[in-house]
């Protein structure tokens, strides 16, 4: 059963979404078993965040313990609605761009591309054409994050920052090169006072130039990852 159903979620992945239709999602119910099911919710990502999808999951589950309640003859508690992803857009739609602009002038001034003997050049995971993408899923161990988390402790960084040095690390090898820029996603909800609650897809990716100097130590790369991904969070889109 259960490999039926990863192939089943392999091949509705693929059936992807009609973006132009009435809805950019679908609910699937999946009867695995007398006793079991499965409910798969399928959204295309233009939709919503991660952190939005635990937002519409929380409310469904709110909803349902409202129903047993009012079954139950208990008193329903009802919470606030979420505030309108309108507020969002308007905001960051409304906001001076100018300073963003100036700031990553600055930050990308006399960056050059890797030429095409790099070897990000002849690293494609698509086939035939040579472009696609591939998802690569590696599980990380609470060992692993634990000691992480103490490593970014006695530095003052994140384990966030850590992935990214090892990012930075990773591209410049195959770059062959000691300066790499790459994409960094945000949260995106600092647009609007009461945005942790709000739903859609909120978060945007600021470029981020890091020097990656073969010299240079785990403490000297989790520095200079610090600084510039703090600097650029301040221009990120909400």
């Known amino acids: 059963r259960d490999a039926a159903l990863t192939e089943w979620l392999h091949d509705d992945r693929g059936k992807g979404l009609d973006l132009i ?48 309640e009012v079954a139950s003859g208990a008193a329903v508690k009802h919470k606030a609605e979420p505030p309108s992803f309108r507020r969002h857009v308007e905001a960051v739609n409304g906001a001076d761009t100018s300073g963003a602009r100036q700031f990553f002038i600055e930050q990308f001034a006399g960056w050059e591309r890797p030429d095409d003997s790099s070897g990000l050049s002849s690293f494609h995971l698509g086939r035939g054409s040579g472009h696609g993408h591939q998802e690569l899923e590696f599980r990380l161990s609470a060992d692993w994050f634990a000691s992480a988390e103490r490593r970014a402790a006695e530095t003052r960084s994140t384990v966030g920052s850590i992935l990214l040095a090892g990012w930075a690390v990773l591209l410049s090898r195959w770059a062959d090169s000691d300066d790499v820029v790459f994409g960094a996603v945000r949260a995106g909800r600092h647009a609007v006072p009461d945005a942790a609650r709000m739903v859609g897809c909120l978060i945007s990716t600021v470029p981020l130039r890091l020097r990656v100097p073969p010299e240079a130590t785990v403490d000297d790369l989790l520095r200079s990852v610090g600084i510039p991904t703090r600097l650029a969070a301040g221009y990120a889109p909400g």
């Not at 695995?32 to 939005?52: E, N």
């Open 21 to 68: 239709g009435p809805s950019a999602m679908r609910l699937s119910l999946l009867l695995l078993g007398p006793r079991r099911s499965a409910l798969v919710w399928t959204f295309h990502h233009a939709l919503l965040d991660g952190r939005s999808s635990a937002i519409v999951l929380e409310e469904a589950l709110d909803g349902y313990d409202a129903q047993l």
